[in-house]
């Protein structure tokens, strides 16, 4: 490792490390623009310029272009150095306008900053300054040309980083132009990263736009909660308003980068038609009164004819106390899946992620080959398709099983694979890319189970097989959305499988929500929504609570959910959101979203994070003025903060001595009845990479996985696949007016055979009879996904609740 001396000061770095990040570990900055950790050196602004006085190379040199050499001896301040960077400094103002008080980048703008710390003061070119016109780049991103200092970080970003075409550098030489062919939305799901990586104000962010400067907010570490992935962000909020979000480096997460839904995700909690005060039967009331109302009412039933339903965007705290709560007084629940088998598929998911199995985001992109099963990352976790293009640009190789029309950001194998026939699609591959040589005892019987050569995609899955067979650190990516629960421990035995032929192989799954480790720790056997519905219908059940929970966007039943609230004697809501079921609630008691509460989140990965509240709540100044000057009324409270967090408004109906301190110790998560939270720290105490929770005993289910049983739809049937996208499905992020314009139109996606069977042509409109109900759709034809079925987007606008799982030929007809 070499040795080297900056300032005066030695520091030893890694082989390969650059002059500019061995400065960066001593706390030195080097002026930069071009160079950015995530994307590398290029050399290309010339303002990281230091005097090399000892070394292979002397003189001024380009610390981004510069490795690190033993021996070495650096100069920063070096006045040959100190006047080229000033030069530089001076050559890139030369054309740059004078509008830093209009600039949104202004207080956080890099060139503000190397501008001033380079001494640049006045502008002794006399000519004309270089213009150019700006473009339309959607809802998300403002487009100020004339900023520019060609860097070139923008389209490297975009095209390099993310594998997006559609803007890029025009032109050459001093008329480059950073944009698109022709104004137009951004395609790319990453678009609104480009306000962070411009080291100007050539894009800014659109949505946040003139509301304020960097030292107006309040700005708090937080974890975006619109996926399992648990990325790390920074919100910002002023005049108690949630006003933006950026992403927050962490390396075993996403890195240095946010994806659209979750870094625009966040205006669900400043609404102006957020509920902010407690109701009974429509009539606006006290908390208090709620509380004691609700409490009233629920200790006339028994307490088996009371049941409740959680949610698994709740905080940890929240779902602990649900349960807690829910233990204590008898109560039925509480259910935080809607069905058995999204329960089944993440309990299973759990138990089978062993520690030395279970990989993080930022392990994919050291991966040398991934095998995606059942999982459509760009719409299910955009920054995993982020993280598996770094993996790829590192000459990984990618195979996606798949019966949909997976479309990701670079090249990758596609075997389009009916979900019935996953399993054995999976387990052949594995079998042909090594051989029995090694393997004993259950690993052994396990690898005879497995069948053998498949029938279809023998080429594709032959070139993957010798990839695999290749590799020596495979990661397995299984989806738990449309797969069977036999196919999410299949993915674990066969990622132990590889681990036995002495190969460092890795687990990842992709789980439904953003807490759905937790809801999967917590939730009892056999307690989901769909179930307690049927309780109220059968009369056994009397009274709802639902806990953050909104059953018509998540209940695949409408029919079964109608008949259930309309039979319900007592219904008793705790949520942020305006949502039908809060609309018609008995008692409906607001509560407090993660930016006012606080709360901790685990991934999919079981990595524990902490996000911080970043306001103590109060409903938006701008909301309570009327969009002019608040009222001049003084007093202790704040308008609008009546919500509470909903953990200590379980605690209340449940009666809990110590509802205020709900959260604040490791007991409360649980008790005894989940012993891998009991090694949970106090919030304050929190990493701030988070805790990644360790699994007490091995699975007793290693290498006892069998092939998922086939339930192929009849030859007269299509099976309907229900399919989450980027935008529009998630439901905190469909209620951010900037990214409606990013939803897709509600199409349904047949194979080619298939719609040529049925007499359509892609644009045509179909229309699918199910029971009472009639959906219509626009068709899309493809050739890259699988026969057989039919896929439909989960858009929150589309009544899909009502197709169910398989429709007949005969019930499909053009609109």
């Not at 002397?58 to 920063?76: P, R």
């Not at 990701?408 to 026939?421: C, I, K, N």
Request: aromatic content about 6%.
């Amino acid at each position: 490792m070499p040795k080297l001396t900056i300032d005066d000061r030695e520091i030893e770095v890694a082989g390969g490390t650059k002059v500019i990040e061995a400065a960066a570990r001593l706390g030195i900055m080097i002026p930069r623009f071009c160079y950015h950790p995530a994307l590398g050196s290029v050399g290309a602004c010339r303002v990281c310029a230091v005097k090399v006085l000892e070394g292979p190379v002397k003189g001024v040199q380009m610390s981004c272009m510069l490795d690190a050499a033993d021996g070495m001896q650096v100069s920063t301040t070096d006045r040959e150095a100190v006047e080229f960077r000033r030069y530089v400094i001076e050559w890139l103002m030369m054309n740059h306008p004078h509008d830093c008080p209009v600039c949104d980048e202004g207080g956080h703008c890099l060139l503000q900053d190397m501008t001033v710390s380079g001494g640049h003061g006045i502008r002794r070119f006399p000519g004309k300054k270089r213009t150019y016109p700006d473009q339309d780049l959607g809802p998300l991103v403002q487009h100020e040309m004339n900023r520019c200092i060609h860097c070139y970080r923008c389209t490297r970003f975009y095209q390099q980083f993310c594998g997006y075409r559609d803007l890029g550098a025009l032109s050459i030489g001093n008329r480059t132009y950073f944009g698109r062919v022709a104004s137009g939305r951004l395609e790319s799901p990453f678009s609104g990263n480009l306000s962070d990586i411009c080291p100007t104000g050539v894009f800014t962010d659109k949505p946040s736009r003139y509301f304020g400067r960097r030292w107006d907010y309040q700005r708090t570490p937080t974890i975006c909660i619109n996926c399992s992935l648990g990325c790390h962000a920074v919100t910002s909020v002023r005049y108690r308003q949630v006003a933006r979000q950026e992403a927050r480096m962490s390396a075993a997460v996403n890195g240095w980068f946010l994806c659209d839904r979750g870094r625009y995700g966040f205006f669900y909690a400043s609404l102006p038609g957020r509920p902010r005060q407690a109701a009974v039967k429509g009539e606006t009331t006290t908390m208090d009164e709620a509380i004691a109302h609700a409490r009233s009412r629920l200790e006339t039933l028994p307490p088996d004819a009371i049941a409740v339903n959680g949610s698994a965007r709740s905080s940890l705290e929240v779902l602990a106390m649900t349960e807690r709560a829910a233990r204590l007084k008898g109560w039925r629940g509480p259910a935080f899946f809607a069905d058995a088998g999204a329960a089944h598929n993440v309990k299973t998911a759990i138990a089978r992620l062993e520690e030395g199995l279970a990989v993080s985001l930022g392990e994919i992109g050291q991966a040398d080959f991934i095998l995606v099963v059942g999982a459509d990352p760009i719409n299910e976790a955009p920054m995993l398709a982020l993280a598996l293009r770094q993996a790829v640009q590192k000459g990984a190789g990618i195979l996606v099983l798949d019966p949909r029309p997976v479309c990701l950001p670079f090249g990758f194998m596609h075997v389009p694979t009916a979900p019935e026939a996953l399993g054995a699609v999976l387990g052949r591959l594995v079998k042909k890319s090594i051989g029995p040589a090694g393997l004993d005892g259950p690993a052994a019987r396990f690898y005879a189970s497995l069948p053998d050569e498949p029938a279809t995609g023998q080429e594709v899955l032959a070139r993957a097989a010798g990839l695999l067979a290749a590799s020596r650190r495979p990661v397995i990516v299984c989806g738990t959305g449309i797969v069977a629960s036999a196919l999410v421990g299949l993915a674990a035995d066969a990622a132990l499988l590889l681990t036995a032929a002495q190969k460092k192989a890795g687990l990842f799954y992709i789980l439904p929500e953003a807490n759905s480790f937790a809801s999967g720790l917590l939730a009892p056997p056999e307690s989901t929504t769909d179930r307690i519905l049927k309780a109220v219908v059968d009369g056994d059940v009397k009274a709802l609570v639902f806990v953050e929970n909104d059953p018509f966007a998540t209940s695949p039943d409408r029919e079964l959910l109608e008949r259930a609230l309309a039979k319900v004697e007592l219904l008793v809501v705790l949520d942020y959101l305006d949502t039908p079921v809060s609309r018609r609630a008995h008692v409906f008691l607001p509560t407090q979203t993660l930016y006012e509460s606080g709360g901790i989140f685990i991934n999919q990965e079981g990595r524990a994070q902490y996000s911080a509240a970043a306001f103590a709540g109060g409903a938006p100044i701008l909301e309570t003025g009327g969009s002019d000057h608040p009222p001049r009324v003084y007093g202790t409270g704040l308008p609008g903060a009546d919500p509470q967090p909903a953990g200590q408004i379980m605690a209340q109906l449940a009666g809990e001595p110590m509802a205020s301190e709900i959260g604040a110790r490791p007991e409360y998560f649980g008790g005894s009845t989940v012993s891998e939270l009991a090694e949970l720290p106090d919030v304050e105490a929190f990493p701030e990479e988070g805790q990644r929770l360790s699994p007490k005993n091995l699975p007793a289910d290693r290498f006892k996985s069998v092939l998922p049983p086939s339930s192929a739809a009849e030859s007269d049937e299509l099976e309907i696949i229900l399919t989450e996208r980027t935008f529009g499905s998630e439901d905190l992020s469909s209620y951010s007016a900037c990214l409606e314009t990013r939803e897709d139109e509600p199409l349904a996606g047949l194979h080619r055979r298939d719609a040529e069977s049925l007499g359509i042509r892609e644009g045509d409109g179909i229309a699918i009879r199910t029971g009472n109900t009639t959906l219509e759709f626009a068709v899309r034809v493809y050739d890259n996904m699988a026969s057989g079925v039919m896929v439909v987007p989960r858009l929150q606008r589309l009544p899909w609740q009502g197709l169910g799982k398989r429709v007949r030929r005969q019930d499909i007809r053009k609109a």
